[in-house]
């Protein structure tokens, strides 16, 4: 499966009408890297390809506890021309050999009454009958039970790596990713049916006992509900402090609140600096004092050494002329010579003349500077080595000088710029109040996940306790043959259906355990730290070993190397599904640091799919990460927010050429 396109009309932060190309250029390119801030709509792209495959089963981020119709009005762009919403997706499924094109269109109109409407284009055609039943449909292309495998937010997975929490996540994803949680709806149906049996069947006595027991449930599943709907209020509270903090955030930046707490590295940096320009200056001085400006009269020296040169030709040719003479005296009174014709011998010593007359017309120059050997070696050193290297050492510690006279400029510049104490200690203030109900709101959240988690005990004992007291004494208390048939035949199949579920457990898990380990030794830099990793098909407990062979804590991982194996078991999951489907992960990088994140940029996110789509802000996939995920991105963009529209527009590019260079 791949997805070709999205398009957005008026759907949350994205006002307008906007296009996204999803397609991937290649298969070596397979990530869609989209960059923006935080609030800038990443969040809100990954709900809706939710909202438009799932509808109202879709998990989506923004809608909390909203009913679904809640959900669909407050989604509405606030400034849209008309109260309508809409999101297609268009996509690309292979079926048999034979590629299909797709395409998905949800649309809505919050008026007194809210109007869903929903299309499937298949081929450039309307199916009519896969629009009606899209919610069987969709199980062909991606199975909800197991998106959240493939569409993910990076910083809400860490649940997979808490080793006190991960076995009731193991547990839903195995059994989704393996079908059974139709097994287990089935056995959970069974055992009402067994319930309202046995209670049908109860003496009066044992029914009062079991009116109480089911009292005493509702009373804690009503308590659950006002827990749950006091935790979505704090969640809403908890949004919008982490806004007022963000903002806050923003506007300590913009005032200088960085230089501020930069001061004092960036006057250490001035002193450093200006100590090297001193030095560097040194260094010119000392040149300077040498031949270095010798070379402001290079021409003129290249004269005197052609001079030089030209007057040692001279004075060489004139001793070879005197030694030429006497040898052309001595062979010319040679016996043999002069036995010769008068016409050779005059040609022969007129030959001998103009040779001669040559050498001493080459001689006869003018000596001006008369050098020795010396003081010629002396100017070809000056001119071929010693210049040239002082001309360079002078290249050098100039071009040195100008970056660090730079560098103290800039600095000065930003030291220039550094707020004084007075400017921000309001908002240093004010960001820390919100800050202190930040952290008291994450308190109470937890408060109230505990108490839910309480209450969430207490209900599955009350409930076994009921369990317990109606299979008491059930075959006497049958009251029809009918009855007690059912409770035997249920009972079995029940039986049968765990049988049949720890077979399938059993039988699949040693496969998911081998592929999760390896999706961790391929993302964490510590080879060895993990060696072998088991999954107790019963109570899903997830167990590691070390390298030393025993049982690996995980208080001996540090904080990304668990969020390192929450994304392996996701990864590893995953490809145990066999689904070739996109994988779209929303804050990829979480609070991990530069090492971690490097091994995800570098070892997870170019083979997590063959399509893989990113929705980073440019905190996580900074400027070195994107040169590292570059050879695999097929696409880029930017969503950048408008203020002066009130929207989010997405734009070529993954951050701005400045922010790459």
Known sequence: MILDEIVLHDFGIYGGRQSIDLTPTSKGRPVILFGGLNGGGKTTLLDALQLCFFGPVAKCAGRADLSYDEYLRRSVHRRALSPEAAIEVAFRHTVDGRVQHWRLCRS????????????VIRNDRVDKAASEQWSSQVEDFIPARIAHLFLFDGEKVEGYADLAQAPGLIRTAIQNLLGLDIVERLSVDLTAIERRKRVAAKPPAEAEEV??????????????????????????????????????????????????????????????????????????????????????VRD????????????????????????????????????????????????LEAYAASRLAALRAAGDGPRIL?????????????????????????????????????????????????????????LLAKRELVAEALRAAEFERQRLDESLARIDREIENARERETRLLETNARDQFEHEDVGRLLR???????????????????????????????????????????????DPATFTLMLRGSDGRELTAERLSAGERQLL??????????????????????????LDADHRTRLVTQYFPHASHQVMLLSTDEEITREHYRALEPSIGRSYRLRYDEGQDRTIVEPGYLPNEALN
Not at 108 to 119: H, K, Y
């Open 108 to 119: 809505w109109t919050a008026g007194d009454s809210l109007r869903e409407r929903f299309q």
């Open 211 to 296: 009116a109480a027991l089911r009292d005493e449930i509702r009373g804690l599943l009503s308590e659950r509900s006002r827990l749950v709907r006091e935790r979505g209020a704090g969640e809403n509270d908890r949004d919008r402090l982490r806004r007022e903090l963000d903002e806050l955030e923003r506007r300590y930046e913009r005032e200088g609140g960085s230089l501020y707490e930069d001061r004092g590295r960036l006057e250490a940096e001035r002193a450093v600096t200006e100590r090297g320009l001193e030095a560097i200056r040194k260094f010119l001085r000392e040149i300077a004092a040498g031949p270095a400006p010798l070379a402001l």
């Open 300 to 347: 003129l020296l290249d004269e005197v050494a052609e001079r030089a040169s030209a007057e040692e030709h001279g004075r060489r040719c004139a001793e070879t002329a005197e030694v030429v003479a006497e040898e052309q005296a001595l062979l010319l009174n040679q016996p043999t010579l002069k036995g010769l014709a008068a016409g050779k011998r005059a040609e």
């Open 370 to 426: 008369n050098l020795d050997d010396g003081g010629r070696a002396s100017l070809e050193a000056l001119l071929t080595s010693e210049l040239v290297e002082a001309q360079a050492e002078l290249q050098a510690l100039l071009s040195q000088s100008r970056e660090l006279d730079e560098s103290v400029g800039h600095t000065r510049t930003l030291l220039g710029a550094v707020p004084e104490q007075a400017t921000i200690a309001e």
């Open 489 to 535: 035949h249920t009972a079995k199949v029940r039986a049968t259906l765990q049988q049949f579920q720890a077979a399938v457990i059993e039988r699949h898990v040693a496969r998911i355990e081998g592929l999760v380990l390896d999706s961790f030794r391929q993302l964490v830099r510590k080879s060895t730290l993990v060696t072998g990793l088991r999954i």
């Open 566 to 591: 929450a994304i392996a078991m996701l990864w590893g999951l995953a490809r145990a599904s066999g689904r070739p489907l996109p994988t779209v992960i929303d804050t990829p990088l979480g609070r």
